[in-house]
């Protein structure tokens, strides 16, 4: 079994609709970040939390501990939204360098 | 501007050569990282070093190796004791080894035939 498991793992969607990715996990943790991976392989860090609610322009990233459970939404999408995103968990008590990351959910937002 | 940068982002190497992957940055970060992505499946730690002169294995570190002589920069090798180096490799760095986003390379993609 995946430590970290993301749904859905494709996903398509009209330009403005509004898009919920989510992300579950079986460890206890001290941190979550949700990355987005471009078509030319490039990441970019969305956010790190560790409690609550974080927004960020039309992105917003939730998280509830208890339920070992995070949500990405998307508002108003748009087809530059289109990437991978990508779901990472940092253990409690695990090596100190260690991320364990989902597989990934592919988003492809149509104009 | 700060950031990382790897090079080249293409590599073609033949089997059983051993190959070293670039990776520099000017954040000032302590920490840096390298991974290994393969198609259908989650990021994987190869090696990460909190400081200068120190690095420990990830998950998948055999047929690897890494130095860190300096601050800025982290290579790896990928040695003919890979059994199946073709990939995508990300560097990535962070201020600290813990509690600290990470911030990533664009990546290079090897292949070994």
């Known amino acids: 079994k995946n430590e970290v498991e993301q749904s859905p793992q494709n996903l398509t969607a009209q330009e403005g609709e509004f898009i919920t990715i989510n992300c579950s996990y079986s460890?206890?943790?001290?941190?979550l970040h949700w990355l987005q991976q471009h078509p030319g392989g490039g990441i970019v860090s969305l956010f790190m939390l560790s409690s609550g609610k974080k927004k960020h322009g039309r992105l917003i990233a939730t998280i509830n501990i208890q339920e070992k459970h995070s949500s990405l939404h998307i508002t108003a999408s748009h087809p530059r939204d289109s990437a991978v995103y990508i779901c990472?968990?940092?253990?409690?008590?695990?090596?100190?360098?260690?991320?364990?990351f989902g597989k990934g959910t592919k988003l492809s937002v149509k104009p | 501007d700060g950031g990382i940068t790897q090079s080249p982002k293409y590599l073609f190497r033949k089997e059983g050569q051993n190959v070293t992957l670039s990776c520099e940055q000017n954040?000032?970060?302590?920490?840096m990282y390298w991974y290994r992505q393969d198609p259908g499946q989650g990021l994987r730690l190869i090696y990460y070093s909190q400081i200068v002169n120190d690095f420990q294995k990830g998950d998948i570190a055999e047929g690897y190796s890494v130095s860190r002589e300096k601050k800025e920069s982290f290579p790896l090798t990928v040695t003919s004791a890979q059994k199946n180096p073709t990939a995508f490799y990300l560097c990535a760095s962070s201020m600290r080894i813990q509690r600290y986003e990470q911030y990533f390379g664009p990546g290079t993609r090897l292949t070994v035939t």
């Open positions: 990472a968990v940092r253990p409690y008590g695990g090596s100190q360098g260690n991320l364990i």
């Open positions: 460890v206890g943790i001290s941190a």
């Open positions: 954040l000032n970060h302590d920490a």
